[in-house]
C-alpha cells in the first residue's frame, strides 16, 4: 500500500503563542508527530499489527519488529533526520523528540532505530557536500547509517578506541573491531571513528564515511549477533577490519576535529535519548493510570492512587529536563557537552526508580502482553541499554567531574543566564548546529538560570501556600550551590573520588533549574502547568534526593496533580508537558 511520506505540511501554532517562525515549527513537528500517531493505531488493538502486543512479541522474539519498520520507512520517517538544508526535515533537536514521540512511546527501541543522529551528526556537521548529498539521499530513500563510535567496556573512552587508520598511498589502511555495532548488517553507511596516530589526544583521532558495499570482502568481517537483555529487538553486531583500504574522500573534517566531533554527537544523543526514555515512561504511567482509575470517582481517586501524583510530577520535570537540554543545542552557550550529561543522567535515574515505584501502584498482577504491567517489566529492561545505562552514567560524570573547580570558581554566581526562549517551546531559537564548539569547557547557563529562578521567586507575593513553598524550593537549591561552590573550589587537581559525589548534587540542581526555568516559562496556554503544584511537587523529590532542607508540598499539591492526571486520561491527553494526544 503506498502512503504519503510524512512532510512538514502547513499547521496552525496553538492559541496563545506567537505566529512566529519557532511556533510555525513546533506546530509543523506536532502535525506529523499526528500523522506517525494515526498511521501506526491504536497499539492496544490486538488486530493491530503495530500493536503494544505485536512489538512486545517481536522484542520477546529478539528480532526487529519489521512490518513497523517499513511502514515508518514508507512514510518517509529517515527525512526526520536530515537537516531541511540537505532536503530533510530536521530543524532543532527538540522539534525531533516531538515528531518521533508516537514512535518512543511505542518501543524505546523502534525510535532510536530511526533516528540515527549519532551515525549522521558528524557528516551534517563538517562532511563535504558529495558526502552530505550521499548521505542525506540514503535516509530520504529508506536507508540505514551505523556509528561505529565507541566501545561500553572502556566507558565512552575515545582515546582508547580499538580501530586504527594508517596513511597510505591512495588513502587510508583500517584495522582493528570494534563491538556492539547497531544495525551495522542493514545500513548503508557506516561512520566510523578511529585513532591515527599512536598518542593520546584528541589530534589523533578522525571519523571517516564507509560505503559497505564498496569495501573488500576480504578485508571487513561483520561478527555474529551479540544479544542483550533489554532492547532485544535491536541488531547489535561487530566489525572487523584488517588492512581494509579506505578512500582518501572518507574522511571526515579536518585533522583534529574527530574527538570534538564524538563529543559533540554524545551530547546530541544524550538528550535525545533522555527526551525517548521520557516518552517511553509517558506510556507506561498512562496505562497505570487506566488500569487503576478504572470505574472510580475523584474522592476514591485521591483517597486510593495518591502514590501516582509524584510519579506523573516527575514526569513532567524529566520532560523539563529532556526539552530544556535539547533546546539548549541550539544555543551558543548550550554547545558545550555540560548540560546534557547533567540532564540526561538525571532523567534516566528518576524514570529508573520510578518504574520500581510502579510495581506498588499496579501490584504483582496483570502481565498480559501490551498491559501496563508488561510495558513496565519492558522499559526498566530497555533503559540500561538505551544508551545511558551504567557507560553512560561513568560517560556522564567523566564529563562533569573535571569541569567541577573551574565552575565554582569561575562560572557560578557569576555567569550570565540563558535566554528566556530557552525554556518556552513555542518560541524560536536557531537551528540545531551540528559542528562542535572551538574549545572544550564554558560557564554553566543553568545555575545561572537557578538563581536567577529564586531571585525572582523571592520578590513576588506569595499568594498561596503553595507559591510560597515554591520560592522556599528555589532559596534551598541556590544555597546547596553555595556550598557546592565552596565544596568543589577546594578540590584538589589530581582526582578526587568525593568529586563523583559532588558531581551527582550538582546534576540535580542542574535539573531542579529546568524545572523551575520550564515554569516560569509557561505562557497561560495550559492552565494546569502554568500552576505551580506538579513544579513543586516534583522539586520537593529533587529536594529530598538531595537531602536539603526545604519546606515539603502541601497536601493540595498532590490533589491538584492526581486530579490533572486523570482529567487527561478522560480527555485522551497525553502525560507529557505538551499534551499530545495518543492513540490510546
Same mark, same amino acid.
Given at each position: 500500500?503506498?502512503?504519503?511520506?510524512?512532510?512538514?505540511?502547513?499547521?496552525?501554532?496553538?492559541?496563545?503563542? =506567537? /505566529?512566529?517562525?519557532?511556533?510555525?515549527?513546533?506546530?509543523?513537528?506536532?502535525?506529523?508527530?499526528?500523522?506517525?500517531?494515526?498511521?501506526?493505531?491504536?497499539?492496544?488493538?490486538?488486530?493491530?499489527?503495530?500493536?503494544?502486543?505485536?512489538?512486545?512479541?517481536?522484542?520477546?522474539?529478539?528480532?526487529?519488529?519489521?512490518?513497523? #519498520?517499513?511502514?515508518?520507512?514508507?512514510?518517509?520517517?529517515?527525512?526526520?533526520?536530515?537537516?531541511?538544508?540537505?532536503?530533510? !526535515?530536521?530543524?532543532? /533537536?527538540? !522539534?525531533?523528540?516531538?515528531?518521533?514521540?508516537?514512535?518512543?512511546?511505542?518501543?524505546?527501541?523502534?525510535?532510536?532505530? /530511526?533516528?540515527?543522529?549519532?551515525?549522521?551528526?558528524?557528516?551534517?556537521?563538517?562532511?563535504?557536500?558529495?558526502?552530505?548529498?550521499?548521505?542525506?539521499?540514503?535516509?530520504?530513500?529508506?536507508?540505514?547509517?551505523?556509528?561505529?563510535?565507541?566501545?561500553?567496556?572502556?566507558?565512552?573512552?575515545?582515546?582508547?578506541?580499538?580501530?586504527?587508520?594508517?596513511?597510505?598511498?591512495?588513502?587510508?589502511?583500517?584495522?582493528?573491531?570494534?563491538?556492539? &555495532? @547497531?544495525?551495522?548488517?542493514?545500513?548503508?553507511?557506516?561512520?566510523?571513528?578511529?585513532?591515527?596516530?599512536?598518542?593520546?589526544?584528541?589530534?589523533?583521532?578522525?571519523?571517516?564515511?564507509?560505503?559497505?558495499?564498496?569495501?573488500?570482502?576480504?578485508?571487513?568481517?561483520?561478527?555474529?549477533?551479540?544479544?542483550? =537483555?533489554?532492547?532485544? %529487538?535491536?541488531?547489535?553486531?561487530?566489525?572487523?577490519?584488517?588492512?581494509?583500504?579506505?578512500?582518501?574522500?572518507?574522511?571526515?573534517?579536518?585533522?583534529?576535529?574527530?574527538?570534538?566531533?564524538?563529543?559533540?554527537?554524545?551530547?546530541?544523543? @544524550?538528550?535525545?535519548?533522555?527526551?525517548?526514555?521520557?516518552?517511553?515512561?509517558?506510556?507506561?504511567?498512562?496505562?497505570?493510570?487506566?488500569?487503576?482509575?478504572?470505574? #472510580?470517582?475523584?474522592?476514591?481517586?485521591?483517597?486510593?492512587?495518591?502514590?501516582?501524583?509524584?510519579?506523573?510530577?516527575?514526569?513532567?520535570?524529566?520532560?523539563?529536563?529532556?526539552?530544556?537540554?535539547?533546546?539548549?543545542?541550539?544555543?551558543?552557550?548550550?554547545?558545550?557537552?555540560?548540560?546534557?550529561?547533567?540532564?540526561?543522567?538525571?532523567?534516566?535515574?528518576?524514570?529508573?526508580?520510578?518504574?520500581?515505584?510502579?510495581?506498588?501502584?499496579?501490584?504483582?498482577?496483570?502481565?498480559?502482553?501490551? =498491559?501496563?504491567?508488561?510495558?513496565?517489566?519492558?522499559?526498566?529492561?530497555?533503559?540500561?541499554?538505551?544508551?545511558?545505562?551504567?557507560? %553512560?552514567?561513568?560517560?556522564?560524570?567523566?564529563?562533569?567531574?573535571?569541569?567541577? @573547580?573551574?565552575?565554582?570558581?569561575?562560572?557560578?554566581?557569576?555567569?550570565?543566564?540563558?535566554?528566556?526562549?530557552?525554556?518556552?517551546?513555542?518560541?524560536?531559537?536557531?537551528?540545531?548546529?551540528?559542528?562542535?564548539?572551538?574549545?572544550?569547557?564554558?560557564?554553566?547557563?543553568? =545555575?545561572? /538560570?537557578?538563581?536567577?529562578?529564586?531571585?525572582?521567586?523571592?520578590?513576588?507575593?506569595?499568594?498561596?501556600?503553595?507559591?510560597?513553598?515554591?520560592?522556599?524550593?528555589?532559596?534551598?537549591?541556590?544555597?546547596?550551590?553555595?556550598?557546592?561552590?565552596?565544596?568543589?573550589?577546594?578540590?584538589?587537581?589530581?582526582?578526587?573520588?568525593?568529586?563523583?559525589?559532588?558531581?551527582?548534587?550538582?546534576?540535580?540542581?542542574?535539573?531542579?533549574?529546568?524545572?523551575?526555568?520550564?515554569?516560569? %516559562?509557561?505562557?497561560?496556554?495550559?492552565?494546569?502547568?502554568?500552576?505551580?503544584?506538579?513544579?513543586?511537587?516534583?522539586?520537593?523529590?529533587?529536594?529530598?534526593? !538531595?537531602?536539603?532542607?526545604?519546606?515539603?508540598?502541601?497536601?493540595?499539591?498532590?490533589?491538584? &496533580?492526581?486530579?490533572?492526571?486523570?482529567?487527561?486520561?478522560?480527555?485522551?491527553?497525553?502525560?507529557?508537558?505538551?499534551?499530545?494526544?495518543?492513540?490510546?
Amino acid at each position: 500500500m503506498n502512503r504519503e511520506p510524512v512532510t512538514a505540511a502547513p499547521a496552525t501554532p496553538r492559541p496563545g503563542r =506567537s /505566529a512566529g517562525r519557532g511556533a510555525h515549527l513546533l506546530a509543523a513537528a506536532q502535525h506529523r508527530a499526528a500523522r506517525f500517531e494515526a498511521l501506526l493505531g491504536d497499539p492496544r488493538d490486538p488486530a493491530n499489527p503495530h500493536s503494544f502486543a505485536a512489538l512486545g512479541t517481536a522484542d520477546h522474539r529478539g528480532v526487529p519488529p519489521e512490518t513497523t #519498520e517499513a511502514l515508518l520507512m514508507e512514510a518517509g520517517v529517515g527525512a526526520e533526520c536530515v537537516p531541511a538544508a540537505e532536503g530533510g !526535515l530536521l530543524t532543532r /533537536a527538540d !522539534l525531533l523528540l516531538t515528531a518521533l514521540r508516537p514512535l518512543f512511546r511505542r518501543d524505546l527501541a523502534l525510535g532510536l532505530g /530511526a533516528a540515527p543522529l549519532s551515525a549522521t551528526a558528524p557528516v551534517w556537521a563538517v562532511g563535504g557536500a558529495r558526502q552530505r548529498r550521499r548521505t542525506a539521499d540514503l535516509l530520504l530513500g529508506g536507508g540505514r547509517a551505523a556509528a561505529v563510535l565507541h566501545e561500553p567496556a572502556h566507558a565512552n573512552a575515545l582515546a582508547r578506541g580499538e580501530l586504527t587508520a594508517r596513511r597510505a598511498r591512495d588513502g587510508w589502511t583500517l584495522d582493528g573491531r570494534k563491538d556492539l &555495532v @547497531r544495525d551495522v548488517r542493514r545500513a548503508g553507511a557506516w561512520v566510523v571513528h578511529a585513532r591515527t596516530a599512536p598518542a593520546h589526544g584528541p589530534a589523533g583521532h578522525r571519523v571517516f564515511l564507509l560505503e559497505p558495499g564498496l569495501l573488500p570482502g576480504g578485508a571487513v568481517r561483520t561478527l555474529p549477533r551479540a544479544p542483550t =537483555s533489554g532492547m532485544r %529487538g535491536a541488531l547489535l553486531s561487530g566489525l572487523e577490519f584488517t588492512h581494509c583500504p579506505l578512500p582518501a574522500d572518507a574522511l571526515l573534517g579536518r585533522p583534529g576535529e574527530g574527538t570534538a566531533l564524538a563529543l559533540r554527537t554524545f551530547q546530541i544523543d @544524550r538528550g535525545l535519548v533522555a527526551g525517548a526514555a521520557v516518552a517511553a515512561a509517558e506510556t507506561v504511567l498512562r496505562l497505570a493510570a487506566h488500569t487503576v482509575f478504572a470505574g #472510580e470517582d475523584a474522592r476514591t481517586v485521591r483517597r486510593r492512587h495518591a502514590p501516582l501524583a509524584p510519579l506523573f510530577a516527575d514526569l513532567l520535570a524529566c520532560d523539563s529536563m529532556a526539552t530544556v537540554a535539547l533546546r539548549a543545542l541550539s544555543l551558543p552557550s548550550g554547545r558545550t557537552p555540560l548540560a546534557a550529561a547533567t540532564l540526561s543522567y538525571v532523567v534516566l535515574d528518576v524514570l529508573r526508580e520510578n518504574l520500581d515505584d510502579l510495581i506498588s501502584v499496579l501490584g504483582p498482577h496483570g502481565h498480559a502482553p501490551g =498491559s501496563a504491567h508488561a510495558l513496565r517489566d519492558k522499559l526498566a529492561r530497555d533503559l540500561p541499554h538505551a544508551g545511558l545505562g551504567h557507560t %553512560g552514567t561513568a560517560a556522564c560524570h567523566a564529563v562533569i567531574v573535571p569541569q567541577l @573547580r573551574h565552575l565554582a570558581e569561575h562560572s557560578w554566581f557569576r555567569g550570565p543566564a540563558p535566554p528566556p526562549g530557552l525554556f518556552r517551546t513555542g518560541t524560536d531559537l536557531p537551528d540545531l548546529e551540528h559542528r562542535p564548539p572551538p574549545a572544550a569547557g564554558g560557564g554553566d547557563f543553568l =545555575s545561572a /538560570a537557578l538563581a536567577g529562578s529564586a531571585d525572582r521567586l523571592a520578590r513576588v507575593p506569595r499568594a498561596d501556600a503553595t507559591r510560597a513553598a515554591l520560592a522556599g524550593l528555589a532559596r534551598a537549591f541556590t544555597r546547596e550551590l553555595r556550598e557546592l561552590r565552596r565544596r568543589c573550589a577546594a578540590l584538589p587537581d589530581a582526582f578526587d573520588p568525593a568529586a563523583v559525589a559532588l558531581s551527582d548534587r550538582f546534576a540535580l540542581l542542574q535539573g531542579a533549574a529546568a524545572v523551575l526555568g520550564v515554569w516560569e %516559562g509557561q505562557d497561560g496556554t495550559d492552565a494546569f502547568l502554568a500552576e505551580p503544584a506538579w513544579a513543586v511537587l516534583a522539586l520537593s523529590r529533587l529536594a529530598r534526593r !538531595l537531602g536539603v532542607t526545604a519546606p515539603g508540598p502541601p497536601e493540595s499539591c498532590v490533589a491538584q &496533580v492526581l486530579d490533572e492526571l486523570a482529567r487527561r486520561g478522560r480527555t485522551d491527553r497525553g502525560c507529557a508537558l505538551d499534551g499530545s494526544t495518543p492513540a490510546y
